[in-house]
């Protein structure tokens, strides 16, 4: 028993092993590690984006089925007519909304569960995943019963006296944030409780020591070492949300329609694919832009944060 | 008609003789059909019938020896099948559109496996089932009548075997020979309905017969339209003394103006949710169809509907067997299972939607029957107008006006 080797001895010996390894079978094996979601990735998703990018060039003949003969980017000049810009502009409205509030209420959640979970963590994880058990559109329309005029909410309301008729909330811009919120906020919560996580509260210990306020140590220490899962909740929240099309169509009204909708209508009741994908792609792209920029005026901040 | 080749018997008569036969070589059955292929197990089974009934059908094909050989006879379109123990079927219906236990009364009856999904909207509907040229998956489908000169052209529909659906004799003379589809070839009619607009007597006294109470200011917020844009335009078309099927661009900028004054003072546009919004109180007054009132007035009585003054669409659904169907012959006794009176009238008395069906008519309650809003007289409809299919190009033109309005 005279040679056990302490881990301290361990680390010195495979550090350098670790060094040695062939480069190249390491990248080979990350390969193969990678390969299924290469092909995965390939076959359900640049596939069908390839097929969308081909029809989008085409047109509907008179008998309704999709041809190519004239191949054009007519349906690009079609979606960009200015009269759909309301509904886009709503849109991305609705999805800052959303995006701010999740991460608004999302960090204290993350903080707490990570500073004060204890060994409650986990479960406390799986009651933020909770609702997933469930049908977003079953708890959707939940939303409808707490929110309808007659409904729960405005039933409390009355009752209280706090007013003295109810309040349209439900098929407003109100109920169609707070639906998406509601929605969203898991994929806010969880990259943010990562990134809380392996935060190294000895640096704010240290931030302290040397003098700063509890606010400073905030602002100059843990939110910038977390922006990386600000960034990753923000991007998880806005995107799905810009193209959001259930919640809009079950909580909103007559004066919410979102760019998804009219999608929908041009697919659907338009029976018009070519052109509801060219559509498609311009939202796409708008989505791209938006995330580029967002990014890049956060870069800075994420890569000083050392990722 | 195959019907002759069975004198002395009811269709439902001989139809449960062999589906007696049929189960006596069920075994046989299921084995061939994963032997062989359902073209040629059912083939099979013809000449057991052949034999057994001892009168071939006229119009099956010539029963050969060998399953196999025949398997090419039976591909589509399909010679006339015989009643076989088909043990699924799939039907893609509206929601709440059909009696409350149709669907387990048939299972009961045929011992099929019925998986019966719900469509939120047209749209959705016509777009499944065209997705893939065939049908989509399912073996009956219930579009509305406008749709079957195109699924005909399209080949998306296969043709009805008039002997195996015996009540067809249950329509009325009217419905034996639409201008959809001549001879009901291809589809068979279900219900068919007006529309209107419902509202609560307890928040508007008196008795509306407009299409501009749609647009009244004063119910800002408390009205719902359709999702339909067929619909909304024709709304606006009735209000404007347009035809609801113009394809004139003038007219259409014309209509779109009066839906866009509209838009403001409503709450939501929906297809799906009219009926409870309106029980719920969330609007006081909905663009509906007939159908969509009577259930409201299950929970509301009071509930009020008309046909607008100034005109409106009457239209009516049909039961289309898919060109894909892979259940042809379930299929086509669901659609007689249907036509059965009892069993109509069942769903007329549910849904409050009046059927073609005479043979149900003495079955149908009186409240429905005898109220002109759900049963016009003849004069009534004969004025009522039909949406009608309209050339992708002209539907262009409508779906860009209708995004320019709800974006």
Redesign the interface.
């Known amino acids: 028993m005279t040679s056990a080797a302490t881990p301290a001895d361990i680390d010195t010996i495979s550090a350098p092993a670790r060094e040695s390894l062939p480069r190249r079978s390491a990248a080979a094996a990350t390969s193969v590690l990678v390969l299924p979601g290469v092909l995965w990735l390939a076959v359900f998703f640049l596939v069908p984006i390839g097929i969308m990018a081909v029809i989008s060039l085409g047109a509907?003949?008179?008998?309704?089925h999709i041809t190519l003969a004239n191949p054009g980017l007519g349906n690009y000049a079609h979606a960009l007519?200015p009269?759909?810009?309301?509904?886009l502009l709503r849109s991305i409205y609705y999805a800052l909304a959303t995006t701010i509030l999740s991460i608004g209420i999302g960090y204290p959640v993350a903080y707490w569960i990570s500073r004060y979970g204890g060994r409650h963590k986990v479960l406390l994880l799986i009651l933020v995943m909770l609702p997933f058990w469930t049908s977003y559109l079953i708890r959707t329309y939940a939303w409808m019963v707490i929110l309808?005029?007659?409904g729960v909410l405005n039933g409390f309301l009355l009752d209280t006296g706090l007013i003295n008729e109810p309040i349209?909330i439900?098929?407003t811009d109100v109920s169609v944030i707070l639906g998406m919120t509601y929605g969203f906020l898991p994929y806010a919560i969880l990259p943010l409780f990562v990134s809380i996580d392996r935060l190294d509260f000895s640096m704010v210990q240290a931030a302290r020591d040397l003098y700063a306020s509890g606010r400073g140590a905030f602002r100059h220490v843990t939110l910038p070492l977390t922006m990386p899962g600000i960034v990753a909740a923000g991007l998880l929240t806005f995107i799905p949300a810009l193209g959001d099309f259930v919640t809009p169509s079950v909580l909103?009204?007559?004066?919410t329609?979102t760019i998804a909708?009219?999608v929908q209508?041009?697919?659907?009741?338009?029976?018009?694919w070519p052109?509801g994908s060219a559509f498609g792609f311009l939202l796409m792209g708008v989505t791209l832009i938006g995330t580029l920029l967002a990014l890049r005026s956060l870069r800075r901040e994420v890569i000083g944060a050392g990722v | 008609m195959s019907e002759r080749n069975l004198p002395g018997l009811s269709f439902n008569e001989a139809l449960d003789q062999k589906l007696a036969q049929a189960n006596w070589s069920r075994r046989e059955f299921l084995g061939r059909v994963a032997a062989f292929g359902a073209a040629a197990a059912l083939t099979q089974l013809l000449i057991a019938c052949g034999q057994a009934g001892g009168s071939p059908s006229a119009a099956a094909p010539t029963p050969t020896p060998q399953g196999t050989t025949t398997a090419e006879a039976t591909a589509p379109p399909a010679p006339t099948p015989v009643p076989t123990p088909e043990d699924k079927l799939f039907v893609y219906n509206w929601d709440a559109y059909i009696g409350e236990d149709t669907v387990a009364k048939f299972q009961d009856k045929y011992n099929i496996e019925v998986t019966y999904d719900n469509f939120p909207?047209e749209?959705?509907q016509?777009?499944k089932l065209?997705s893939d040229g065939k049908g989509g998956g399912y073996d009956v489908s219930y579009p509305a009548s406008t749709w079957v000169p195109?699924f005909i052209?399209?080949g998306l529909v296969q043709k009805i075997d008039h002997s195996l659906i015996p009540n067809l004799k249950n329509l009325n003379a009217l419905w034996q020979n639409p201008d959809y589809d001549p001879g009901n070839a291809y589809s068979v009619p279900n219900f068919w309905w007006t529309t209107g607009y419902a509202w609560d007597p307890r928040d508007i006294p008196g008795d509306l017969t407009s299409w501009a109470e749609l647009w009244d200011p004063s119910r800002k917020?408390k009205m719902?339209?359709l999702d339909?844009?067929r619909e909304c335009f024709a709304a606006g078309a009735f209000r404007l003394n347009l035809s609801p099927n113009t394809t004139d661009l003038g007219e259409l900028d014309q209509i779109l103006a009066l839906l866009e004054q509209q838009?403001?003072l409503?709450?939501?546009?929906t297809a799906t949710d009219q009926i409870t919004d309106m029980v719920?109180?969330?609007v006081e007054m909905a663009h509906c169809w007939s159908g969509d009132w009577v259930q409201m007035t299950y929970d509301k009585p009071r509930f009020k509907y008309v046909i607008p003054s100034e005109g409106s669409i009457k239209g009516n659904d049909v039961m289309i067997i898919t060109a894909g169907a892979e259940h042809p012959i379930a299929a086509h006794l669901w659609i007689d299972f249907n036509l059965d009176p009892e069993i109509s009238a069942a769903s007329t008395n549910y849904i409050g939607y009046m059927g073609p069906n005479d043979a149900a008519l003495p079955l149908i309650d009186d409240y429905i029957k005898t109220d002109p809003r759900l049963n016009p007289p003849q004069e009534v409809l004969n004025e009522l107008i039909e949406l009608k299919y309209l050339?992708?190009?002209d539907?262009?033109q409508?779906?860009?006006r209708?995004?320019?309005l709800?974006?």
């Open positions: 509907v003949d008179p008998s309704g007519d009269d759909f810009i309301p509904a309808r005029d007659n349209p439900l098929n909103g009204g007559a004066q329609t909708k009219l209508n041009i697919f659907a009741a338009g029976r018009d052109y | 909207d749209a959705t016509i777009g065209q195109s052209q399209d917020n719902s339209m339909d844009l838009k403001p409503l709450r939501f546009y719920n109180q969330v050339a992708p190009a539907l262009a409508y779906t860009d209708w995004n320019k709800q974006a």
